[in-house]
């Protein structure tokens, strides 16, 4: 067991600040309202000019008592409540909550029903992706891919209507299936869409990814080495982007995606440096290709697979389950999302522990910060991709 | 030195290449719906807003257990023998009215939980009115479809069962006893 | 003192002060319209009918009438001087703008030397509304304004400075008049490739005078929030809006007489000369200056809706190192040019 080590990040004022009052020094607070932040989150920003010497998040803003409230909540009803964790990817949220609740209940689902939650979650990646990277667009300055995405990400909200009955929050994934069936057509209109989006994935490389401008103010910037991010506990696409290739849904395949083909991209250091903020941006450009692929082969297994109960697993009753504890992992949308479920044979968790991927990426900003420059300093959050409602709980 | 021009000479093309794509975009058709003179499409599943149909409310409560928000106030009263207030779709008697049927909007997660709980899909998700509302009070719903009148009798009705149910029960666990209490 | 010089005068300041005025209103409905169509959308759509053409006249109109909110711990009198100053600074410098042969405020003999030197005081009213904000973010505003619009005033005036060889003068008019004949005759294309660099220089330095994207560091508003002019609201915002459109025409209307013909028609036959029809002539030259103008104009808001944004030191970066050196090497060869062909 290793020592636990020294953290070398001052957590307070700095001795010289008490001294130096005419100190070239600016507490600056980039608050909870701020175009940037990416949600409630207030930064404090201690700078030399325009140089940042010391970056402090400060959370909870946006703190809701999800573990909390889990354990006042039966099994089925915690569900709504895990698609507001992470907002913008609520498909993937739900399947890393049920998933860890069939493991532990022994529940067993269809092939039909694990292709249908691959599809959804899948789907809803590239629509966290495509709002992630349109955003870090708009933190760069660009206005314009910004909202071509959001165009894009509409159909995929379009689509998700039709299917759940709702674009953001979808109680879609249930312990044991789904909540409905596909609908008529709906395969053929997420067909269409993904050939829509194909010209769409290269029109934004054209118009942002390779542009020059753009590859000044993220390439070499906020550099996070692999060894860092692992230490640090920083999953999915921003540990990709160190050049680490780790997924889940490689490692320790669920719900089917083992029988799927897709690829892992990694950061290469195409803009100057492995790690820095363009390598994070690329992977995610490179992760919505692969979802859509892995999209296009759910779409044509579910073609050819005849129709089934979606519900047929789900149990009759919750009010008596199988006693025991799980720690189950998916790659939400963010990176590793685990839930840590203790039961006690009722009808509510005991416990509930959500492990969120963007608390992590998060909290690797105050490392990074020092010697950035504010510019820098919205180019890297806007790189680690966060979501409060993921960070707060 | 020559890092110089290939990122000078990148940055121009580079430019040049954004500003034909916004220029291609600029003939584009536009995506804007104009609402609210063109509509969005609604589908059947969408999650607009909660209509309960009391006519064939089976009153089983399954939507009030089921919420995670606890939305639903739902007082009911047992119907008289004899008296009938239709079929529910399942071809058995309704048997219970409903006095009150309450849906708190404002606290709604539109979750979905309760509309599929309900076994005589008396409770459905219906497409909004268009009405915003100016307070929060006119978010509360009640969905009872019995007037003022039947109401009151029905209150009067379980008030004066009530009041004789305790009368019968207070009889019953005090010793009967009709004399008087000392006798000197 | 004859009368009719200055009654002249009083006529061109109100009619200058009524030309910025209609034209930040369309050039304010035509940049919401542009970044609209390029974004798929459709812009303002409904106030006054066809295609929300009085929207910023209703948007003026929303900003007289609020608040007017001084945070307190303001400097009082710098806060509410500043938006003047930005705007004095932009509009004095219209005096030297040639609309057509007859028609400009003042032909003085050092009309750019004016130009520039007048257009630099805008930034001491940014510096004004930065700090008298008392707000560390508008702070940082004005300083990077400051930095930038100082240093891109040396790449302004060395390829200012090719035309000027070329027409052995500094006045306007003069600059004007020897573009005269079609646009073959045109600054641009003279003395091939000289004046075309010292074009492209000159529109990308005056981009960063007016802190338009890939430049609006100053306003970066996903970084700053608005920058110098975040404490400001209602009129006094307005104004800073109306100065930055303003100096948009300016220096659209700065390169269209030096080195894009002024106002010369683009072919000889459309042109009506001064001495012909000087109502006539007054009219067409300030409709084909207008033109160029406003497609500079134009060009400006299609870079604005195309590239992101550049980091302060990168903006530097590309002024002293890119820009300074190219100018630099311009205006010598084009001196050995017009040496060697004399």
Known sequence: MTEPRELNIPLGPLPSDVEDVHGERMILQMGPQHPATHGVLRIELETDGEMAVRAVPHIGYLHRCFEKVAENMQWPQIVPYTDRLDYLGSMNNALGYVLACEKLFGIEVSERVRAIRVLAAELNRVASHLVAVGTYGLDIGAWTPFLFLFQQREHILDLFDELSGSRLLYNYIWIGGLSHDLPDGWLKKVRDFLVYMQPKIPELNTLLTYNKIFLERTGKVAVLPAETAIQWGVTGPNLRGSGVKWDLRKIEPYSGYETYDFEIPTGTGEAGRVGDCFDRYVVRVREMEQSLRIVEQAVQRLERMPADDVRAAIPKTFSKVPVGEIYFRTEATKGELGFYAVSDGKSKPYRLKCRTPSFCSLSVLSKMSPGLLIADVVALVGSLDIVLGEVDR | MAGYFTDLWIGVTTVLQGMWVTFVHLFQPRVTVQYPREQVPMYSRTRATLVNHAEICGYCLSCKRVCPVNIFTIVGARAETGEDLGLLPDGKPKKMHILEFKIDMSKCVYCGLCVDACDTQSLRWEQPQEKPVFSRRELLHDFSDMTEEAKRRVREREEARKAAKAAAAKAAAAPSTPSSPSQS | MSLAPLVFSLLFVAGVIGYIAVFALLAIWLERKVS?????????????????????????????????????????????????????????????????????GTNINIGVFYLVAVSSTVVIGILMAGWASNNKWAMYGAMRSAAQMVSYEIPIALSLLVPILLAGSLSMQDLVKIQAGGFWHWTVLRNFPFPFIAFVIYFWASLAEVNRTPFDIPEAESELVAGYHVEYSGMRFAMFFLSEYANMFLVSGVVTAVFLGGWHAPLPALEIAAETSALGHAITGAMWFSIKAISLVLLQMWLRWTLPRLRVDQLMHICWKVFLPFSFVNVLLVSLWAALSR
């Open chain 3, 36 to 104: 609209a169509h390029m974004q798929d959308r459709l812009g303002p759509m409904e106030t006054g009918g066809w295609h929300g053409w009085s929207q910023t006249l209703a948007d003026l109109m929303k900003l007289l009438l609020k608040e007017d909110i001084i945070p307190t711990a303001a400097d009082n009198f710098l806060f509410r001087v500043a938006p003047y100053v930005v705007f004095v600074g932009s509009f004095a410098a219209w005096a030297v703008l040639p609309f057509a042969a007859n028609l400009i």
